[in-house]
C-alpha cells in the first residue's frame, strides 16, 4: 500500500473542499449584495416624484 498517494489525495480532496467553501461564501456575499442593489432601486422608484404641472399627463390625445 502507498501511503503518500493516500495522503495526496486526502490533501487534494481537503484542498477541494477548502475551495468550495470559499466559492460558496463569495457567491452568498455576491447574491446579498445584488440584493441590497435591487432593494435600493426599488425603493428609489416608489420615491420618484413628477415636477409635471397637474394639467399635464391626465389626457391621451391621438391623431389620425
Known sequence: MD???ITAAASGMAQAR???AVQMTMLKKAIDIQ???AMLLIQSASQVMSN???HLGTKLN???
Request: charged share 5%; net charge negative.
Open 3 to 5: 501511503i503518500s498517494g
Open 18 to 20: 477548502t475551495a468550495d
Open 35 to 37: 440584493a441590497q442593489g
Open 52 to 54: 409635471n404641472p397637474p
Open 62 to 64: 391621438t391623431f389620425a
